[in-house]
């Protein structure tokens, strides 16, 4: 049975700062990994996906990247700004259609 | 359309009411996913609809869900005899092809008394 953890939970930086977020999943046997974005009372927006073949995906000041062999996933965030305080979630696509998702990191970027 | 929408936004039911939640998918979008999240969690995987047949269902927490996509297009989660339990957000999820990116309606937020 598919596990994804994310870690941290919560997050608290000062703006500016690069950081990194961690995603592990327990069955490498995914067709692909990605990345969301979910502000307080909203849906999901999506980040970046990144297909099982691929080893990391951009988009702007974000850059995902993907070890399938070793369950791993990062999120960097660079020169953080107070807009990007959500939280993020990952979520891994595999066998039977089933997508399963992490709890989340909780990110805080002060000003 | 411009996005994936749901209806309604906020549902307040009584225990043992049946209740109907419904999502317009992205227009052309032939995946559709229903998803339950709770407070401080990650959504959780119920159905998921290929065109108009439910391919995979093994997330449905027991008898009382049941999900339908008579058209390809709109999805209504049906859920019967409601119990505090399913109290949470019911998200709603529509993908051009299987494994594509998904795209996430706002959510009708589900509060059982």
């Known amino acids: 049975k598919q596990e994804v953890t994310q870690i941290p939970a919560a997050l608290s930086v000062p703006e500016g700062e690069n950081l990194v977020l961690n995603c592990s999943f327990t069955d490498s046997a995914i067709y692909n990994l990605q990345w969301f974005r979910q502000d307080p009372g909203k849906g999901l927006t999506s980040l970046l996906l990144i297909q099982s073949s691929q080893r990391e995906q951009t988009s702007g000041r974000l850059n995902a990247s993907l070890d399938k062999s070793s369950g791993r996933s990062t999120l960097y965030i660079a020169a953080s700004q107070p807009g990007d305080s959500a939280t993020y979630l990952c979520?891994?696509?595999?066998?039977?259609?089933?997508?399963?998702f992490g709890a989340g990191t909780r990110l805080f970027v002060k000003a | 359309g411009a996005g994936v929408s749901q209806t309604p936004s906020n549902k307040v039911t009584e225990k043992g009411k049946y209740v109907e939640l419904r999502c317009d998918p992205i227009s052309g979008h032939t995946a559709l996913y229903w998803y339950r999240q709770s407070l401080g969690q990650g959504p959780e995987f119920l159905i998921y609809?290929?065109?108009?047949?439910?391919?995979?269902d093994s997330g449905l927490p027991n008898d009382r869900f049941f999900a339908v996509r008579p058209e390809g297009s709109v999805s209504t989660l049906k859920i019967q005899r409601t119990e505090r339990g399913d109290s949470a957000v019911y998200l709603c999820?529509?993908?051009?092809?299987?494994?594509?990116?998904?795209?996430f309606g706002p959510g009708t937020r589900l509060t059982v008394l």
């Open positions: 609809f290929q065109g108009t047949g439910a391919a995979d």
């Open positions: 979520a891994v696509y595999g066998g039977g259609f089933k997508t399963i």
């Open positions: 999820a529509s993908s051009q092809l299987a494994a594509d990116t998904q795209y």
